[in-house]
Every structure is written in structure tokens, then in C-alpha cells.
């Protein structure tokens, strides 16, 4: 009986097991389930043991009785059966209850095992998914701190471009503020550059050719000519001849050369000066020398022979230091106006006269007129414009080219000689005769052409500088006009500008020196020196002196004047250095 309390205990325990299945781990269900089939095993063993010891204990003991002389009657033995068939019958009983308790147990155990597995799977997919879901949480998370890394490493990107755009904005500003300094800085630069090249392109240089100072003689066959190569290989625009006196009361005074033939050596009458003419090479200078008449000639004349000419330190010298300036036409501001060269013809009336009009709507603060006659050989000799006419001696061989402007235009004239057989006066450049013999013989000056150059006073002459000066007292003697005036590149020079008449407001080239001889003749003869004062002497009215002096057959007659209502100019052209 001892057996049966067993198996009743591990049914409890097993039905105790079964309920908590739901609660606990599939490893103690397993666990369990092991236990309770060694439990089962244990009941079937221990019950068959005992049961068939037991009933071979029996069957011994039955067997014992027949073979111990205890006989027993077949129905004895089947009387006795009785014992027999009530223990078989509890082992059945018993059997068949164990039987039908372990196979209801056994289906509830299979029914539970079903549920369990059920059970087990959906935990096993729930635990699948909490894992799927932890392995995305710490996707997710793993992301999420690689998103906040990044997140931090940009932001402390960010701030690192905030502060290297912060440094770049201030490099930046500061390259702004240099660049705007340096474009200030262009832009004076350029504006001095530009007003300086303006300035220049506005204002005259210095002659590109300065010669020494030589000493000429007249009557002298060896100083009474010299030929100055200024080695420009161009046509000068202007050249300048400086004469000054070695001694006399114009010593350290300056007179100017003239660039016409205006006097011989047939009459007792001084005269004198240096002329000058030039081309692409040389200068030519020429001072008076005896050719077959008198010895009157020389480089200083004032014209105080036969008072000619009324001032004070009348001079009259033999010799003289002499000096060229040559500008080139680089040298000047380009032209406001130059005319083409024009035909001179003193045998033809409508050649002997022009009116060139500049208009410059001004007095030019330049003017230049350069005549030009052709040598024997085929070049060319230039002569400058003068101011006056001087002489009309037949024979006289006095010329020249007179010329005036007004703020309008240049009037030229030349004397018209309609034959010039038997004649030597009015020639474009006058005919030597009593001057150094040069290649001046080979000239035809019985025609050629002209050209004149004027220049807008602005555009020549230095802005706020004085340039012009006006003086109406003719018998003014001296005259101070411009401070600091450089006789080494500055270029001086005065008019007589006409008060009445055909060239009223016209303005005529003073001389360098008097070659009057006889009369009428005109201009006015001027000395300058480095303080600027100007020394004039002007023609003596009381012998046929004019400051305005034009006769006939000057252009043909057209517009000729004589007169003594007129008043000085002065010019200076300061030039670049
Ligand atoms: C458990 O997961 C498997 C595979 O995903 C599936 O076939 C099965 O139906 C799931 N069981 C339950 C009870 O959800
Ligand atoms: C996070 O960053 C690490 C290192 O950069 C990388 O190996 C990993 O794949 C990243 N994870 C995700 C989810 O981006
Ligand atoms: C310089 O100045 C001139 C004259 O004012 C002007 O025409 C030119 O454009 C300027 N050049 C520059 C680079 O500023
Ligand atoms: C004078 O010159 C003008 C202009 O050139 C010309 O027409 C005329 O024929 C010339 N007269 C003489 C006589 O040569
Ligand atoms: C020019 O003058 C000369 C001398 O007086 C004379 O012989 C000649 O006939 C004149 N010629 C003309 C064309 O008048
Ligand atoms: C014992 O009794 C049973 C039935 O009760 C019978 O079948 C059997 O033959 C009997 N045996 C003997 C020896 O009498
Ligand atoms: C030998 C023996 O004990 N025989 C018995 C068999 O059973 C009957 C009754 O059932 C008894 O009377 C006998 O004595």
C-alpha cells in the first residue's frame, strides 16, 4: 500500500506542476516533465516489482503445498482457488486503475505540452521580436549618437567656418580698405600724372637745341658768318638767335636776330644785326659785311645814326656773342592751327598778300610764319615773318615777309615787283649785298611758300602764369615786363599792335636790330635782359619812322599802313626745363 501514498503525492505535485506551467520558464516545464516520466517510470517499476514478487511469492507458496506432501484435492485446489482469484483481481484492479490514471494524466500532460509549445513559441517569436526590436532600438540609438556626433561635429564645423568667415570678412574688409586706399592713391597719381602730361602737352619745351655762345664780327670775312648745325634732322618750329654785346651800355643785354635781308652797303647809313635762316641741319647766321660799297655795317645798331630811332643807350658795335635756340616741333604743344605752305610769288599781285585765318577766336599766345625758297641744288632755306617794311631802293636788295595777327587771323605780305629784271629789291628773303656772302647766292627768293603755326594762348603757356603785357606809351624807353625770364630757354618777344587803320588790333614783330637806311620805314627795336626790362627804340617820326610801317608795292598795296598810334606787347613762353 505504501506505493499507492507514492504515486498519489507525485500526482500532486505533477497537477501542481501542470498549473504552473503558464508561470514558469520552459526549461523548469522541461525540467518538470523529466522529473514526472522518472516519477512514471519509478510507479511502473515499483508497482510491477512488487506485484509480481508478490505473485510469485505466491505462486511458490502454492507450488511448496503440493511438493511438501500437502496434498491437495484438484477441487480442494479449486476450492482454494478462491484466495487466488481475489488477489488477481486487486492487481487488476489496481492495474487497470494505474492504467487509466497515468493515460488521463498522460493526455492532459500531452494537451499541456501542446499548449506549452504554443506557448513557448509565441514567447520565442515575442523574444524574437523584443530582440528585432532591441536590435533596431540600438540601430536606432547607435544612429541617433552617430547623428548627434555628427551633429556636434558639424556644429563645431560650423562655428569653425563662422570664425574663419568672421576672419576672412575682416582680412576681406581690410583688403577693401587697402584697395580703396591704393585706388585713391591711383587716382591722385593718375590725376597728377594726367594734369602734369597735360601741363606738358599744354606747355613748351625747353629748345631741344642751345648753342654755345660764339662771338661774330661784321667786316670780319672769317666771324661774319657762322653755320650752327643743330642736328635735329627735323624742321625747327622756331629758332631764336640771342645776340649780346661784349661791352657798350647793352652789355648783359639781349637783342634778337632777324631773318631778313633789309639793307645793303650802297649809302653811309649803319646798319647792322645778325640774320638768320635755317633748315633741317643748320642755322645760318649772317652779320653785315662790306660787299661793294661802304663799311657801315654792324651787329649792334640802334639806330642812333641819323636818329633814326629815339631811346636812350643808343649802341653800335662790330661784335657780339651770338647764340642759337632751336625748338623742334616736339618741343611744342601740337598746333591749334597750321596752314598748308602756301605760293609767294612777288612777280604775281594775288601772291603777294594772304589773310590766313587762324580762327583761334584770340590773340594766339604763339605765332610763327616760316618762309620757304628753294636752292639752286633742290632743298629748301627757311626765313621767319618780319614786322615791317623797311626800304624801297632799287637796288637796295631789301626784302623780307612781313606779317600781323589780330585774334582772327595772320595777314602776310611781300612786295610785288611785276619785272624783276633790272632790280634787286622785294625779294621773299632781300638779296645780299653788303652781308657775309653764304649759300644764300643759290637762292631763287623771287618765289616760294609759306606756312603759318599759332597756338591757342592756353594751350602753350603755363596756366596762372602772366604772359602778355601791355604797354601804350610809345616813348617809353624801358620798360620792365616779366620777372625771372630765363634767357636760356624762355622765348621772349614784342609787338607793336596798331591802334588805327587797315591793321587795327593787328600786331607786328618788333626788330633784333635797325636796318633802316631811308625812309619811310618802320618797327621797333627792342633789348631785353634777365630781369625781364625791355629796351626800346623806337622810329623817329620827324624821319619818316613808323612803328606801323607797310608801303607799297607791299601785297600789291593791299592793306599798307603807316602809322605811330600804337602801343607795345610783350610775350613771354616759359618753357619746361
Ligand atoms: C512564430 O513565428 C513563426 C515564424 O515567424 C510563425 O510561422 C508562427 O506562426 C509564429 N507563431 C505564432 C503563434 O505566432
Ligand atoms: C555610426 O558611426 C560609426 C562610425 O562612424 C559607423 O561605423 C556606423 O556604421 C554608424 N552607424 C550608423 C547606424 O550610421
Ligand atoms: C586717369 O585720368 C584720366 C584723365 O582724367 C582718365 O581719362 C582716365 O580714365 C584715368 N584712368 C584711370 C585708370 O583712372
Ligand atoms: C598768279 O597766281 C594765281 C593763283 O595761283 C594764278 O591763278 C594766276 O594764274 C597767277 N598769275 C600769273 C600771271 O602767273
Ligand atoms: C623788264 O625790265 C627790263 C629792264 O627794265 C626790260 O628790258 C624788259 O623788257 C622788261 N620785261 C617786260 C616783260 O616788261
Ligand atoms: C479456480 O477457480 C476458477 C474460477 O473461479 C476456476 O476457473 C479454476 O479452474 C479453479 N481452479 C482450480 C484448481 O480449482
Ligand atoms: C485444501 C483447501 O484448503 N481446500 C479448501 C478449498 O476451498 C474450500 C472452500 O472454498 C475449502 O473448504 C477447502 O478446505
Redesign the pocket.
Known amino acids: 500500500m505504501y506505493h499507492f501514498y507514492l504515486n498519489v503525492g507525485i500526482l500532486t505535485q505533477l497537477m501542481f506542476c501542470t498549473m504552473l506551467v503558464s508561470t514558469q520558464t520552459l526549461e523548469e516545464i522541461k525540467l518538470t516533465q523529466e522529473m514526472m516520466f522518472e516519477d512514471i517510470s519509478a510507479i511502473k517499476k515499483k508497482v510491477w516489482v512488487d506485484i509480481t514478487s508478490k505473485l510469485n511469492n505466491l505462486a511458490k507458496k502454492l507450488e511448496n503445498v503440493d511438493t511438501n506432501g500437502v496434498t491437495m484435492p ?9 484466495t ?2 481475489l488477489d488477481t483481481s486487486m492487481e487488476e484492479m489496481l492495474k487497470v486503475c494505474i492504467d487509466d490514471r497515468y493515460s488521463r494524466l498522460l493526455k492532459s500532460f500531452k494537451d499541456e505540452k501542446m499548449k506549452s509549445r504554443k506557448l513557448e513559441e509565441i514567447v520565442t517569436n515575442s523574444s524574437n521580436e523584443i530582440n528585432d526590436i532591441k536590435t533596431s532600438l540600438d540601430v536606432y540609438h547607435s544612429a541617433l549618437q552617430n547623428q548627434s556626433t555628427q551633429m556636434f561635429a558639424l556644429e563645431r564645423d560650423l562655428v569653425k567656418v563662422k570664425n574663419n568667415f568672421d576672419n576672412t570678412r575682416k582680412i576681406m574688409s581690410t583688403l577693401q580698405q587697402s584697395y580703396e586706399r591704393s585706388e585713391r592713391d591711383l587716382k591722385i597719381l593718375n590725376e597728377t600724372f594726367y594734369s602734369q602730361k597735360e601741363e606738358s602737352a599744354r606747355t613748351m619745351s625747353k629748345p631741344s637745341f642751345v648753342s654755345d655762345w660764339i662771338l661774330m664780327r661784321a667786316q670780319d670775312p672769317e666771324f661774319s658768318k657762322k653755320t650752327i648745325p643743330h642736328g635735329l634732322g627735323t624742321l625747327p618750329y622756331k629758332v631764336d638767335v640771342q645776340i649780346r654785346p661784349t661791352s657798350g651800355p647793352n652789355a648783359g643785354w639781349i637783342f634778337t636776330g632777324d631773318s631778313a635781308i633789309q639793307s645793303d652797303d650802297d649809302t653811309v647809313e649803319t646798319y647792322g644785326g645778325v640774320l638768320y635762316f635755317y633748315d633741317e641741319i643748320n642755322v645760318y647766321l649772317l652779320a653785315p659785311i662790306k660787299y661793294n660799297g661802304k663799311d657801315g655795317g654792324v651787329i649792334i645798331n640802334t639806330g642812333a645814326n641819323s636818329q633814326k630811332r629815339l631811346g636812350n643807350n643808343h649802341q653800335t658795335s662790330v661784335e657780339a656773342y651770338v647764340r642759337v635756340k632751336v625748338w623742334a616741333s616736339f618741343d611744342f604743344p601740337k598746333p591749334d592751327m597750321m596752314s598748308e605752305w602756301l605760293p609767294l610769288d612777288i612777280r604775281n599781285k594775288s601772291l603777294t598778300y594772304y589773310d590766313v585765318k587762324h580762327g583761334l577766336n584770340e590773340y594766339p599766345g604763339f605765332v610763327n610764319v616760316q618762309i620757304r625758297c628753294k636752292l639752286s641744288n633742290g632743298n629748301y632755306i627757311i626765313s621767319e615773318g618780319i614786322g615791317a617794311s623797311m626800304m624801297h631802293t632799287t637796288y637796295s636788295g631789301a626784302g623780307g615777309v612781313v606779317h600781323a595777327f589780330n585774334d582772327n587771323s595772320v595777314r602776310i605780305w611781300t612786295g610785288y615787283v611785276s619785272n624783276t629784271t633790272g632790280n634787286y629789291f622785294y625779294r621773299l628773303f632781300g638779296l645780299r649785298d653788303g652781308w657775309a656772302e653764304t649759300l644764300l647766292k643759290h637762292l631763287n627768293v623771287n618765289k616760294g611758300d609759306f606756312r603759318v603755326l599759332t597756338w591757342k594762348r592756353h594751350n602753350i603757356i603755363r596756366s596762372n602764369s602772366e604772359s602778355e603785357k601791355r604797354e601804350d606809351n610809345i616813348a617809353f624807353s624801358e620798360w620792365t615786363t616779366f620777372k625771372d625770364l630765363s634767357p636760356d630757354v624762355d622765348l621772349f618777344s614784342v609787338h607793336v599792335q596798331a591802334n588805327d587803320g587797315l591793321n587795327k588790333g593787328f600786331r607786328f614783330p618788333a626788330y633784333g636790330n635797325s636796318q633802316s637806311q631811308v625812309s619811310p620805314y618802320g618797327g621797333v627795336v627792342v633789348a631785353y635782359n634777365s630781369f625781364g626790362d625791355v629796351r626800346l627804340w623806337r622810329p623817329n617820326p620827324s624821319k619818316g619812322g613808323y612803328l606801323v610801317n607797310l608801303h607799297e608795292p607791299y601785297g600789291n598795296g593791299v592793306n599798307i599802313q603807316s602809322t605811330n598810334n600804337a602801343h607795345y606787347v610783350s610775350n613771354i613762353l616759359r618753357c619746361r626745363k
Open positions: 484438484t477441487t480442494a485446489k479449486n476450492n482454494n482457488n478462491t487466488m482469484d
